[in-house]
């Protein structure tokens, strides 16, 4: 069985524009992030809306609700840096299908055709990028690959190994899997960064009805997914994992434990495994056995998923997924009155 396939992802058709500007020879784009807000109610991170001179635009904010103020905030930032203050009244909030009114500062920076190239390259495949800035908007890095590893642009003036720094800093958050924004001061410069990670796409290994609603409820917030439940065909997928990606082992015959092996020397994705205590105790045996250490078994999430007293499938599928995003996220996974922690990513 396969996942109906997720709705196109916007920030693909951004990354064709980028590349189409770019190409045609604009010399600047202009981009326009989040610098700052409050309210709204939970918003993706990574909201980018970019634009040229002569007014084209692609990607969206904050479902439209900031159009007013970003639109020509994009055209202007293609020829200086500058911010912007934008409020949304409670109506016009939910009208967009936001939750809440708020309120956001904006940054809008050029740029150049160089850096917009890559950046466009890597969202309109789905690969792994980020774009950090200085928060005056006045230098601008790139970075893209799987592991971030090819650097475009410099964000030093003057101000040695800041580009290491802020690129660890975006490796890092890669490593969490989930798309970000975070502002952090970076040696004396503060710093914007915006990292984009794929959608996530969950490969369940085995069949029954808990993978039947895993698949349907990754469906519904829109990730990929697909059964596979031939040992080769598993390890295939596993071989060619990105960070973004998730297998959830559903068959307990000992010999799928190649798979969770391989997971662990790749060294990427969310490795989930269903089992009763006792199917986890005696897998982590012949784990062992085979060589994995105890240091390695930690990336193995087994049980997967939340204890939330789930006893159907569907409720099953709702939990593990929800440790995904938590695990993505870097989160700890409790409930939201008890936090004092920002609401949403």
């Known amino acids: 069985m396969t996942a109906p396939a997720p709705s196109t992802d916007p920030r693909r058709e951004l990354g064709a524009a980028l ?16 610098l700052d807000r409050h309210g709204f109610g939970t918003v993706e991170s990574g909201q980018l809306l970019a634009g040229t001179a002569d007014g084209e ?31 949304v009244a409670e109506s016009a909030a939910l009208q967009a299908g936001l939750a809440c009114a708020g309120g956001a500062t904006l940054l809008g920076h050029p740029l150049p055709a160089a850096l ?36 475009h642009g410099t964000l030093e003036d003057g101000t040695p190994g800041l580009d290491d720094e802020a ?52 469906a519904l917030i829109g990730w990929a997914g697909r059964t596979v439940t031939g040992l080769d065909e598993a390890r295939a997928a596993v071989s060619a994992f990105t960070e ?25 994705g969310f490795l989930g495994a269903l089992g009763s205590r006792r199917t986890q105790a005696a897998r982590r045996e012949r784990l062992l056995r085979a060589g994995v250490t105890e240091e390695e078994l930690a990336a193995i999430h087994g049980p997967v998923g939340l204890d939330l ?19 993505r996220s870097g989160r700890a996974a409790r409930a939201l009155g008890t936090s004092e922690g920002k609401i949403g990513g």
């Open 57 to 87: 635009t692609a990607g969206l904010l904050y479902l439209g609700a900031l159009d007013d103020s970003a639109v020509p905030l994009a055209g202007a930032a293609a020829g200086l840096p500058q911010t912007r203050t934008a409020h």
């Open 309 to 327: 007293g789930a006893r159907t499938p569907a409720e099953t599928a709702v939990s593990i997924v929800a440790e995904v995003i938590a695990a």
């Open 244 to 268: 973004a990606d998730v297998v959830v082992l559903l068959d307990h015959a000992p010999r799928f434990d190649a798979v969770l092996i391989d997971g662990i020397r790749r060294g990427r």
């Open 19 to 34: 590349r189409r500007w770019a190409a045609g020879g604009t010399g600047t784009v202009g981009v326009v992030r989040v």
């Open 167 to 218: 690129t660890a800093a975006a490796r890092e958050l890669l490593r969490r899997g989930a798309t970000v924004t975070d502002r952090r001061t970076v040696g004396d410069t503060e710093i914007l960064l915006d990292l984009w990670v794929p959608v996530p796409s969950v490969l369940v290994v085995g069949s029954g009805a808990i993978g039947e609603a895993l698949l349907a409820q990754a």
């Open 116 to 151: 917009a190239d890559p950046l466009g390259a890597a969202l309109e495949d789905a690969r792994p990028a980020a774009l950090v800035s200085t928060i005056d908007g006045e230098a601008a890095l790139v970075l893209t690959g799987p592991d971030l590893e090819e650097v």
